[in-house]
C-alpha cells in the first residue's frame, strides 16, 4: 500500500496511539501517554501490526504479591511478632491463653510459637511459653517480614536468603501468591517511523450516516480508507450442544424407520430394571459394585398378577423353562436403583402393550448408570439407545437387519455382530465396531430377541420381541475421532466452538 494511502486508512485511535511510541515502549505506557485503557491501546497496536508499521512483542514475568493473609499481616504484623510482642510484655503464658494474649486463632498461635521456638526466641517449660530473646532480637526484623514489605516482587529478581523467606512463607496459609504477568513491548518498524512523522490529525470521515448526508457535512471531506484484508476476529454461531445434535440425529433415525419414542424414569425398581428382564436376584450384575441403589427407598410394586407371573418365572420358569431355581424375594425386587438400563423402558411398555396396537416399534435414548471404573472408554454415566420390534412374524434376520441400518445412518461401515449371552434374551448377540482411532474393536452394545421368561408375564404369550441396547456415548467418539470419552463432558468452550455441526 502507498504511504498516502496507507496514512488514509489509520483510525481515529492508531492516529491517537502511534505518536506516543518511541523506541521499544511497553503497552501500559502507550495506554499512559495516549489516555486509553489497556485494551483499546492493544487494539490500536494489532491494527498497526496488521499494516507493518509496528511490531509487537509479547514476554510473561512470574510475580510473587502479597495473598489474602499476606495483606493483613502487612497491616497487623506476622503472628509471630505479635505474639513476640505480647510474650516480651508478659514474658511467661500458659500455653493455653496464648491465642488471647496475642489476639490471633488457636491454630495461628501455635505456629508462631513453633516459628519462635525454631529460631530460639521462646522455649517451653512446665507448660508455658518463655521469652529467651533479648530486647535487640525482639526489636530485629525476621527475614520473611523484611521479604513480605519488598512484594510485589519478580521471581528472578530474588537473593538467596529472600528464596529461603519465599519457602518458608509458601508453606504457611494465603501469605503469598504466584501471579504471572504478560509483558507486551512496541516498536516503530521502518515504515511506522515514517507515518509518525506525518500530519495525524486529519480529520476523516469514519461513516456515512443519514444526517451526514441530509446536512451535506461530507463535502469537501475524505472518507478514511478501510483494509478489508485485515484479519478480523473469527464469529462462532450459536449452535446447540455437539451431544445433544447426535441425540437428535439418532431419534430421527428411528422415527423415519417408523417407531414411536419410550420415556420414563431414571430411579426405578428392581422389579422392572432387573425381575421382569428374567435376571436372577443373585446376578453380579445387581451387586453393588456394578448398580447405584437409593438407601431408604422402597418402590412400589405393579399389579399383582404380574408380579405373580414374575415370581412363577424365575422359580420354576414358564414357556418350557425351568427358571432359576430359587425362592424369589419380593423385599429385593422393591429395592430403587439408578437405571443401569433403558431396557427397563421396554419392560414398562410391553406391560402396558394392548393386543390391537401389535406388531409395535418403539425406542428409547437416555442416561444410564453403572458403579464402573471411569476410563477412556467408561464411564458412570451415560446414553443408551433402546428399541423394540414386538411382531409375531419378527425373526433373528429382521433383528440384524434394523442394527445393520441404524450403524449405516449413523456412518458406520465397519460392524461385526458376535455371538453373546444376556439373562433376557435368546439367541443373544454383541455389537462391535471398528473404533479408527484406537485401531481397535470396540462393543457398543448387546441385542437379541427377548425369553418366553419375560414375554409371557408381560404380554400374557411368548409373542417375539426383538430387542436391544447400544451404548450412545461411544458411537458419538466415533463420529466426532474423539478418543476419550471423558471429553464429551469437559465443555470447553473453546473445543465447543471448533466441534463442526453433526452431518450424515
Request: glycine share 6%.
Amino acid at each position: 500500500m502507498e504511504e498516502n494511502k496507507l496514512l488514509e486508512s489509520l483510525s481515529p485511535i492508531e492516529r491517537k496511539v502511534l505518536p506516543h511510541i518511541s523506541g521499544k515502549t511497553t503497552l501500559n505506557e502507550v495506554a499512559k501517554k495516549s489516555d486509553v485503557d489497556t485494551t483499546t491501546a492493544l487494539r490500536a497496536l494489532e491494527f498497526l501490526k496488521n499494516k507493518n508499521l509496528v511490531s509487537v512483542d509479547s514476554s510473561e514475568k512470574k510475580l510473587i504479591v502479597p495473598g489474602l493473609n499476606g495483606i493483613y499481616y502487612l497491616k497487623k504484623g506476622l503472628p509471630e511478632r505479635r505474639l513476640l510482642l505480647a510474650l516480651a510484655e508478659k514474658k511467661s503464658v500458659p500455653l493455653g491463653e496464648l491465642a488471647n494474649v496475642s489476639d490471633l486463632n488457636e491454630n495461628e498461635a501455635k505456629v508462631s510459637l513453633g516459628t519462635l521456638k525454631k529460631k530460639a526466641l521462646v522455649e517451653i517449660k512446665e507448660g508455658r511459653a518463655v521469652l529467651t530473646a533479648n530486647e535487640k532480637e525482639i526489636e530485629k526484623e525476621s527475614l520473611e517480614e523484611k521479604f513480605l514489605k519488598t512484594l510485589p516482587r519478580e521471581m528472578d529478581s530474588l537473593e538467596p536468603e529472600e528464596k529461603l523467606s519465599l519457602e518458608n512463607l509458601k508453606s504457611r496459609k494465603e501469605i503469598i501468591e504466584f501471579k504471572t504477568e504478560k509483558i507486551v513491548t512496541v516498536e516503530l518498524t521502518e515504515s511506522g517511523k515514517k507515518i509518525s512523522k506525518e500530519d495525524l490529525k486529519e480529520d476523516l470521515l469514519e461513516q456515512l450516516t443519514p444526517k451526514i448526508i441530509a446536512s451535506e457535512s461530507w463535502k469537501g471531506k475524505k472518507f478514511r480508507r478501510y483494509d478489508i484484508t485485515s484479519p478480523v476476529p473469527r464469529i462462532y454461531g450459536g449452535k446447540r450442544h455437539f451431544v445433544n445434535q447426535s441425540i437428535e440425529y439418532c431419534k430421527k433415525i428411528w422415527t423415519d424407520l417408523g417407531f414411536k419414542e419410550m420415556e420414563g424414569p431414571k430411579a426405578d425398581s428392581s422389579f422392572w430394571i432387573f425381575d421382569v428382564l428374567f435376571t436372577a436376584q443373585d446376578h453380579p450384575v445387581r451387586e453393588m459394585q456394578d448398580t447405584f441403589f437409593i438407601k431408604n427407598v422402597k418402590a412400589k410394586l405393579p399389579n399383582k398378577k404380574l408380579v405373580e407371573e414374575t415370581k412363577k418365572s424365575h422359580e420354576q420358569g414358564v414357556g418350557g423353562s425351568k427358571g432359576w431355581k430359587y425362592k424369589w424375594n419380593e423385599d429385593i425386587s422393591k429395592k430403587v436403583v439408578l437405571r443401569t438400563h433403558t431396557t427397563g423402558l421396554s419392560a414398562h411398555t410391553l406391560a402396558n402393550l394392548k393386543k390391537e396396537d401389535m406388531p409395535a416399534k418403539f425406542f428409547a435414548l437416555g442416561k444410564v448408570f453403572r458403579n464402573e471404573t471411569v476410563d477412556w472408554k467408561h464411564g458412570f454415566e451415560f446414553y443408551q439407545t433402546e428399541g423394540i420390534v414386538v411382531d409375531e412374524n419378527a425373526n433373528f434376520r429382521n433383528l440384524l437387519g434394523y442394527l445393520k441400518e441404524f450403524y449405516k445412518k449413523m456412518g458406520f461401515e465397519k460392524i461385526k455382530f458376535v455371538p453373546s449371552f444376556f439373562p433376557y434374551t435368546e439367541p443373544s448377540v454383541e455389537i462391535q465396531v471398528w473404533h479408527s482411532e484406537r485401531k481397535e474393536w470396540i462393543e457398543l452394545g448387546g441385542a437379541g430377541i427377548f425369553r418366553p421368561e419375560l414375554t409371557i408375564p408381560l404380554l400374557g404369550k411368548a409373542v417375539p420381541v426383538l430387542a436391544w441396547g447400544q451404548g450412545f456415548d461411544r458411537i458419538i467418539m466415533d463420529a466426532y475421532k474423539i478418543k476419550d470419552l471423558r471429553e464429551l463432558y469437559s465443555n470447553d468452550i473453546k473445543v465447543l466452538r471448533e466441534k463442526p455441526f453433526w452431518s450424515k
